[in-house]
């Protein structure tokens, strides 16, 4: 093999590297959309703060505040729309996103979460380039990364398994519906009254216990491409959400 013939085998991986050092000039690349839903989720989760350091009921917020709540509508249409935009990001997170993506084992009994820690490292950023324009966006990620509350953004679309494309396999951002019925089931002690359907935003209803409404966001269940058993990290979330 001659010199050439190295340099022509070694030019697509040196390209990749140069692409990943200079992902923070990117606006529309994975790294920068993680960091803006993170950034939506955690001014939404800040305006909910500030809501109950006013002294305000949140679910009574439309009536108390109509400016705040039209401001978290804004946020949470961002969210949806940044969502989406994940989901559908060709081929999903990039080859070597992170320096180390290694989960560790848990079987000594830990926390289902602890495995993804390396995410907390200090130089296992998307954001490698040694300019110093990048210093900050590093910083934000660093930031947002060690945040309780966004930690599942960051582990859901770096360890979510890679989906594989099928012909039939639709490109619109709202999943299609089933034919089949679904049933929806209360454990509660309070019975469902009713419940509302919203026309406006896929996936979200209105239920009515009889002393008060619930609104709920079941469009994960909704979507057909959704598969809980071959997806470990969405396990993992859901069982750590069940322990808080």
Same mark, same amino acid.
């Given at each position: 093999?001659?010199?050439?013939?190295?340099?022509?085998?070694?030019? %697509?991986?040196?390209?990749?590297?140069?692409?990943?050092?200079?992902?923070?000039?990117?606006?529309?690349?994975?790294?920068?959309?993680?960091?803006?839903?993170?950034?939506?989720?955690?001014?939404?989760?800040?305006?909910?703060?500030?809501?109950?350091?006013?002294?305000?009921?949140?679910?009574?917020?439309?009536?108390?505040?109509?400016?705040?709540?039209?401001?978290?509508?804004?946020?949470?249409?961002?969210?949806?729309?940044?969502?989406?935009?994940?989901?559908?990001?060709?081929?999903?997170?990039?080859?070597?996103?992170?320096?180390?993506?290694?989960?560790?084992?848990? /079987?000594?009994?830990?926390?289902? @979460?602890?495995?993804?820690?390396?995410?907390?490292?200090?130089? /296992?950023?998307?954001? /490698?380039?040694?300019?110093? /324009?990048?210093?900050?966006?590093?910083? @934000?990620?660093?930031?947002?990364?060690?945040?309780?509350?966004?930690?599942?953004?960051?582990?859901?679309?770096?360890?979510?398994?890679?989906?594989?494309?099928?012909?039939?396999?639709?490109?619109?951002?709202? %999943?299609?519906?089933?034919?089949?019925?679904?049933?929806?089931?209360?454990?509660?002690?309070?019975?469902?009254?009713?419940?509302?359907?919203?026309?406006?935003?896929?996936?979200?209803?209105?239920?009515?216990?009889?002393?008060? @409404?619930?609104?709920?966001?079941?469009?994960?269940?909704?979507?057909?491409?959704?598969?809980?058993?071959?997806? %470990?990290?969405?396990?993992?979330?859901?069982?750590?959400?069940?322990?808080?």
């Amino acid at each position: 093999m001659t010199d050439s013939d190295s340099d022509i085998e070694h030019e %697509p991986a040196v390209a990749a590297k140069i692409q990943q050092q200079q992902s923070y000039l990117d606006p529309n690349s994975y790294a920068w959309l993680i960091l803006r839903l993170a950034l939506v989720r955690q001014a939404f989760y800040r305006v909910k703060q500030f809501v109950g350091l006013c002294g305000l009921d949140f679910s009574e917020i439309g009536t108390q505040s109509p400016l705040i709540r039209c401001s978290l509508l804004t946020l949470e249409e961002w969210m949806y729309s940044i969502t989406a935009e994940l989901d559908r990001f060709p081929g999903g997170c990039p080859e070597n996103f992170l320096r180390y993506t290694g989960t560790l084992s848990t /079987n000594a009994g830990g926390p289902s @979460l602890c495995k993804y820690r390396c995410i907390l490292e200090p130089g /296992n950023t998307p954001f /490698n380039s040694l300019d110093k /324009n990048a210093l900050p966006v590093r910083r @934000l990620w660093l930031y947002l990364v060690r945040q309780e509350h966004l930690m599942d953004v960051f582990i859901r679309y770096i360890f979510k398994p890679k989906r594989t494309k099928t012909g039939s396999e639709h490109e619109t951002s709202v %999943p299609l519906l089933s034919k089949e019925p679904r049933k929806i089931v209360q454990r509660e002690q309070d019975p469902i009254n009713c419940f509302a359907v919203n026309q406006s935003r896929y996936g979200w209803i209105v239920v009515s216990s009889g002393r008060e @409404l619930q609104e709920m966001d079941i469009s994960s269940i909704l979507s057909p491409e959704t598969d809980w058993m071959d997806d %470990p990290v969405h396990l993992d979330l859901s069982s750590a959400q069940l322990k808080k």
